[in-house]
């Protein structure tokens, strides 16, 4: 007689709910968007899947297990191209519309998941949801601007692991021109970790400032193999 809320984009919640044999009340949700880079993540048959993703981790996929994307109940889907605002498409086939004060494909997602909460849990009609998502101007620490110094913003993100720094600077790079990333956190996994997080700071910013230690040896070994040249 449980109610449970999931991202059905991602294939490791799809997995871990087959496995546990889950047997409440469903309710999916994911979003609808072009599919941007690919990625491998492991299901909890063992095997690793192959990700064509919407954000870090969650996209469209399909596991040997049996495991697969699967259009889910509730869609958020005609996304802005500065992602913050969207239409909500539910399973009966009605299209709400949402306007976000904070921007990204992850704050979509979240938003999604609360607002299907609110709907289907709490009772709560359209219009108190609209006025609550839009008036959220998110929490501290999380993509939060903290001023302008010539011209130039500067913003500040408590993502510690690959995954959070992958999807917070592609969000970034979507919305500005140049990205200059200051590496102040260590990987919660370690070094490896950091090497990933080093990583996926290449990809998506213009310059890199390591202002870490781990960050600082990795950035050092990175130049050492001819990589990063010119942004670190």
Known sequence: DKTLIVNSDDPTIKSLINKLNYQGNLITFGVDYETSSKSTKQCFCGCDVEV??????SGRYECSCGIKYE???YVACDINDEHYKFT????S???LEFSLSISGLHNIYNATGAIIAAIEVLDLNYEVIADAVAS???VAGRMQKLG???GKDIMIDYAHNPAGISTVLSEVKNSYGCVVNV???ESESGMEGDHEILENALEYAD???PASYNSYLCAKEALKNGIGEGKI
């Open 52 to 57: 064509d993703e919407f954000i870090s981790g």
């Open 71 to 73: 259009k889910p109940d």
């Open 88 to 91: 909500l498409l539910t399973p």
């Open 93 to 95: 086939g009605e299209k």
């Open 136 to 138: 959220f101007g998110g």
């Open 148 to 150: 302008v110094v010539d």
């Open 183 to 185: 590496i102040t956190t």
């Open 207 to 209: 310059f890199i400032v």
